[in-house]
Nanobody
């Protein structure tokens, strides 16, 4: 099994920044991807950004140029640097890790609220 520990959510004013972190532990073998999704009430969970094994990245159109996903391989940690935050970015953000042995695992979610 894979355990994910998220941190870094909170309340920020529009235009501000937050950095989310997710540390993976347990059966971390053959990681295929690490990344972040978000969900608001009544909507499906959607991809925000992910980093694929080998280093390539995928971003949702709504965050391009504002968010950056990065990974520290030695620590099995993935970060999401969020800049120029907008009220529309308010959501619960979930860490996701996919391994070739354990499949897809999810964190418990961390609330990000963008409000003045």
């Amino acid at each position: 099994q894979v355990q994910l520990m998220e941190s870094g959510g909170g309340l920020v004013q529009p235009g501000g920044s937050l950095r989310l972190s997710c540390a993976a532990s347990g059966s971390i073998f053959n990681i295929a991807s690490m990344g972040w999704y978000r969900q608001t009430p009544g909507k499906q969970r959607e991809l925000v950004a992910q980093i694929i094994s080998g280093g390539s990245t995928n971003y949702a159109d709504f965050v391009k140029g504002r968010f950056t996903v990065s990974r520290v391989n030695a620590k099995n940690t993935v970060h999401l640097q969020m800049n120029s935050l907008e009220p529309e970015d308010t959501a619960v953000y979930y860490c996701n890790v996919v391994t070739r042995t354990a499949g897809s695992s999810w964190g418990q979610g961390t609330q990000v609220t963008v409000s003045s």
